[in-house]
């Protein structure tokens, strides 16, 4: 019988997710609040589409219930309550909603569910976790793991030269918040928007490069001594955002002009979203490296996972919702195929472990157009 | 016996003004609303302070029943009302409040009263009017009359390079008003911040120079077929404008954010102003050059006047309220003297109509440390 997939969240990821697993040849459901995403995801071939406020718990419960396996893609503040409500009922569970929280503190109900849960499963956290994961496993001692992810448009526009390719909110906030990395071996705390390099990236050009606080799990789950992410933007842009920082444009602490109240961010994301939205067709695309030093039967070696993708003008699909939703189907499939099924709540990187799941990722990753190219290098000894 | 001048507004060029008259001798009497302003006006050698609310034009009247000469230092904002009290008065009026309407709308009133108003008497538009005007007197046809002014501190600080020598709002206004200039004898508007250029200033180094809407009577006045005002900032200041500018944070129209109505303007000038304060007794510079070009005596010629100035660590006085305030001293020392009686309201060029006034000017102004560098030089005939 037909394997049941649900889709949580019909937004452009959820809907990307949905047509891919449908095009897998799976039974999809997806489910949303809003009534346009229903409706679009619904003309969608062989998905089925439900309407329902997925911000109840027992929205959840019921539009779940014949699932064989669930994905998440809905906003990041409904990450956690909606993992525990999945986990809670003992599904399978694929999730790229890039929550706040700490997904693992629910790792004790899902083994008692007996759940099977992967999150932080898009490209970056997700993609980037699997080759960490590789990196430590190929590797006899990793020393260095660096993340540089961006999505970006293609046409470069005064003066920011950036859309959002998800929630503009979550993006202020990534250039708010203080940015976490491990060096030495120990855990330290970095500003937003600190140490911007410029680096090339074939094809694009040169990018530039800063510190984000996108470790998440792999600060704790891997035993590396030096590890980094850092968000690419063109050149010129993170000067901009430092400026605005220090003018106040991002502060939370509100403030009183002309009898009103405001908090100067919530007025800087007002002005900032209509110029930071793609617009219908508009072309974007993914760039990301991951870089891992160390040492391997004696020599010190460099491996590199390069990721480049577009805009698809054939699906209209923008890169940024396929190499998410794509990151989330490709694991669905290997779960759904049984190769992993340990109860809890995994991030990426674990599963790494498993013997060949890192390969069949990535080759199922690049029958849908996203090739990771791999590239190793000598290092000198020093 | 001796004359007696009424400073109008005991601000940082209120006190200047005032300090001044009294160091040439003259009986003054300083008027402010502000006690802390009337006790620090009071406190200088020679200078009599007077607490009124001058917003009343009541007040005015009687502040100055027992002038010989008016200094107007007060906001822009009570330029227009404060001159018509004065002219009204019949009192000679040297302002220097660069209010926003048409000055001259008042010349009627002051030609009736039979009172001599000198107006935009500062250092440009003031001194600038001046050389202007002279421009058009040494010459036997001026084609083309423009000019650069900037007050800048000499600490350049990150991201601005920049801080207010008067009331920030009044800057920024300066970076969205459209701004008019005169080219082929025709009056045209320019976009605000518009035509950013670079050009060398010694002692300074290089500047940035932007249309600005200063040309104001010039425009009318005299009959040039191409005269334009820039300001002029550090270079990088525009382009962070022009950023500010297209995210909307100028904007007067009023955005409702988390339920509070605010325009966009008001909350980026609070955020601002703090950041483009001087520090007590921190250095600033003025720059200020003429050119004009023509033709005299059949020869292509250029005449260019330089000014430079900076703060003064002896008397603690920043450049921009002495460039501007003893423009209005030396403008009223004139008058005091007779040099000009012409009832009316005049902006400054036409009072270099009057042979030797502006040398007589500048001589003055010398004597308080404002040196005007005079150059000319040849134009090839084209």
């Known amino acids: 019988m037909t394997q049941h997939v ?45 309407q329902a406020d997925l911000s109840a718990p027992e929205a959840v419960t019921k539009a779940i219930a014949g699932a064989d396996l669930v994905v998440g893609a809905l906003a990041s503040s409904l990450g956690l309550q909606t993992l525990r409500t999945v986990v809670s009922a003992g599904k399978t569970y694929v999730d790229v ?56 448009p293609v046409e470069r526009s005064w003066p920011f030269e950036y859309k959002a390719g998800f929630a503009p909110a979550d993006v202020l906030e990534e250039y708010v918040r203080p940015a976490r990395m491990v060096e030495h071996g120990r855990l330290i705390v970095k500003e937003a928007l600190s140490e911007p390099e410029r ?71 007002h002005l900032l979203f209509p110029k ?50 794509y990151a989330a189907t490709c694991m669905a499939v290997l779960l759904l195929r049984g190769a992993y099924r340990e109860p809890g709540v995994h991030p990426p990187e674990l599963l790494a472990r498993v013997p060949g799941l890192v390969d069949a990722f990535l080759a199922e990753y690049a029958r849908r157009g996203l090739k990771v190219a791999h590239s190793t290098a000598d290092l000198p000894r020093d």
């Open 97 to 152: 909603s890039f929550m706040a929280e700490d997904a693992w503190e629910l790792d004790p109900i899902a083994k008692q569910h007996g759940a099977c849960a992967v999150v932080d499963c898009g490209v970056a956290p997700g993609v980037s976790n699997l080759l960490c994961g590789l990196a430590v496993e190929i590797l006899d001692a990793c020393e260095r793991l660096e993340i540089y992810v961006g999505g970006l």
């Open 276 to 325: 930071w939205t793609f617009e219908e067709e508009e072309a974007d695309l993914t760039v990301m490296r991951v870089v891992a030093e160390g040492t391997r039967e004696g020599r010190r070696v460099r491996h590199a996972w390069d990721l480049f993708d577009r805009y698809d003008p054939v699906t209209k699909l923008r890169s940024m919702p396929r190499t998410t939703g």
């Open 199 to 269: 680096i090339d990236f074939p094809p694009v050009g040169t990018l530039e490069a800063f510190n984000t606080d996108g470790l998440r799990s792999l600060a704790y789950t891997l035993q590396v001594p030096h590890m980094k992410e850092k968000t690419l933007r063109y050149p010129g842009h993170i000067e901009l955002m430092r400026v605005m920082r220090h003018v106040g444009c991002f502060s939370k602490e509100p403030i009183v002009v002309g009898g009103a109240r405001v908090r100067p961010l919530d007025v800087t994301s």
């Open 6 to 50: 649900v889709v949580l969240g019909a937004g452009m990821v959820g809907s990307a997710i949905a047509a891919d697993m449908a095009r897998e040849g799976f039974r999809v459901t997806v489910v949303d609040s809003r009534p346009e995403a229903v409706r679009q995801g619904g003309a969608m071939e062989g998905v089925r589409a439900v």
